[in-house]
């Protein structure tokens, strides 16, 4: 199949700019993300696979825009007057190295960002039964995306991502994936939801809200998926901006993901009500619904004293460790 649109060589300038700018972003970002998980906690209470998660995501973007410049670099300098069909030819072939190492960090990028989103999923409902959807869509996700970096490392030198061996492969991934995202940030965001609007009632406060959770929970999801359709979109049309989408992709991975924690530490750090930020909290919030607040109720007798004593002068033998007479309880 022909692909068609921006010349493959001035989509991988473009990405390879486009793609520096947001890692810049995202590494702010990451960084912003460190201190609200760490600000004011003992080491033993940062939450540290969340940490990990998050360096990992950081090594995994820095690593594709990494190879990205190399790859750039090898079709436009290297290789520019060596290889069969000149630059274009080049980024065109999937069976490169380079292609297909970014590739696998893409796939390894989505399986570890999907995998998050699921695991808050079943923190937030505490059931198994809640993400058996969004784990099978992640199976998928992992079964097609590794069918796609074996394709590539398989193929022969000049094969395009258009031809039929590749667009089945592809066409499941970006379905798994984005389904995948979107049923498991609407599974959170309802809960949260459904958990806050039961304690309205009762809440002293309009700062302990959780909606700003379930506000950054859906644009990062809207951000997620937009981008991937668009992806999805231009690999359909056999467009060559689908080159360019799949390397925005990686940064704005990280970026939704540093979102959703920074937006929770702002949160805590003005309320003290639980979130879904680390595992503990996340329990609590599950334990919410499982637990539900009873009114309570007090038998409170009526006291009489031998002679008469104001109501200070009471508070003031108490706070002064004085002795108090002797009560006796009226029926």
Known sequence: MTSNGIPLDAGALMSAVLEGILYGFSVLMFMGTMWSLTYKRHVRDINRPIVIVAILLLLLST???????????????????????????????????????????????TLLADGVVIYRCYMVWQSVWVIILPGMLWCSVAVTGVSVVYSGSQSSSGASIFTQEFSEWIIAFFISTVVANVLSSGLIAYRIWAIEHKIATIRTSTKDTMMPIIHALVDTAVLYSVTLITAFICFICSSNGDFVMMDLVMPIISIAFYMVLI??????????????????????????QQYPMQPLQFDIPRFTRSYNTSASEIGNEHLSGRRSPTWTSVK
């Open 63 to 109: 690593a594709h825009i990494v190879v990205g410049i190399v790859r750039v670099e090898d079709g436009l300098v290297k290789y520019r007057d060596t290889y069969p069909g000149g630059p274009a030819a080049f980024f065109a072939d999937v069976s490169q190295e380079t292609y297909v190492i970014k590739d696998a960090l893409y796939i390894l990028q």
């Open 263 to 288: 937006r929770i530490a702002i949160n805590r750090h003005r309320s003290h009500l639980p979130t879904v930020g680390t595992i503990t909290e996340t329990r609590q919030l599950g334990d919410l």
